[in-house]
Nanobody, 127 residues
């Protein structure tokens, strides 16, 4: 069973900083993509930052230069650093970790891609 466990989040004042982490566990062959999405009240879930299959960090325009995505390969963990002086009230949302991984489905070694989501962690930025 592939699982994502998130930590971090909470209440912070505008201009403050915050860090989120997400660890991938379970049985899988490899990781295609891994990163963060968010969903604000009344809005659709949107991409925040993700490592592509080539290992390059990609960011939403709204967070470029303000958030930093990093990873620890041997621990299958990604971090989202919301940098000092960068958080805005409009960053308030539930932040979800997402991973797309390759899992082996039978003894012959056939595999398929599986998408997994964390439970989400709330980030509230007060003005």
């Amino acid at each position: 069973q592939v699982q994502l466990v998130e930590s971090g989040g909470g209440l912070v004042q505008a201009g403050g900083s915050l860090s989120l982490s997400c660890t991938l566990s379970g049985s899988f062959k490899s990781v295609n993509t891994m990163g963060w999405y968010r969903q604000a009240p009344g809005a659709q879930r949107e991409l925040v930052a993700v490592f592509s299959s080539g290992g390059v960090a990609q960011y939403a325009e709204s967070v470029k230069g303000r958030f930093t995505l990093s990873r620890e390969y041997n621990q299958n963990t990604v971090y989202l650093q919301m940098n000092m002086n960068s958080l805005k009230p409009e960053d308030t949302a539930v932040y979800y970790c997402n991973a797309n991984v390759v899992v082996v489905v039978n003894v012959e070694g056939a595999s398929r891609n599986v998408d997994r989501w964390g439970k989400g962690t709330l980030v509230t930025v007060s003005s």
